[in-house]
């Protein structure tokens, strides 16, 4: 099943939708009101050995295990804040949609994936694994 970011027009491949819900899992089990670019990114990291975006970051010579862990301490933080029924994402979230979608449309396919997002991340630069990224001087892509 496909499906459509509250603030894009194009879909989302069968990939990136079971990103979106596990991001969104990941936000409720870290007890946060929202949904950050920093939970897309780390479930990422449930993508089968070998999935394109893995070998992506690998071959940027990024130590995934080591990245995976510091991303997940540092998006840890409590918020105090009660869990709404819905997690909105963050607007920054919405911003790397738009990227995301922005460069999907420049391919000219129908649906966004995950590489979209993976390059949409690494455009963006401010999020949390963007800046994680920079620190070791990786840019996918």
Partial sequence: MTMYHPKTTLRMDAE???LCERATALAR?????????????LSLRTLPAGHPVLRTLSAS???LPDFWAELER????????RVPAILPNTPRSDRVMAIAESLARAERV???????????VAQER????????????????
Avoid at 29 to 41: I, K, L, P, R
Avoid at 74 to 81: I, Q
Avoid at 126 to 141: D, H, I
């Fill in 110 to 120: 129908a649906e966004m994936g995950l590489m979209h997002f993976l390059f949409a």
């Fill in 126 to 141: 401010e999020s949390l694994p963007a800046r994680l990224l920079a620190q070791r001087r990786v840019t996918p892509g």
């Fill in 74 to 81: 540092m998006a840890k933080v409590v918020t105090g804040r």
């Fill in 29 to 41: 089990s870290f007890d946060h009101d929202y949904v950050g670019v920093e939970h897309y990114f």
């Fill in 16 to 18: 990136f939708t079971a």
């Fill in 61 to 63: 010579g990024l130590n």
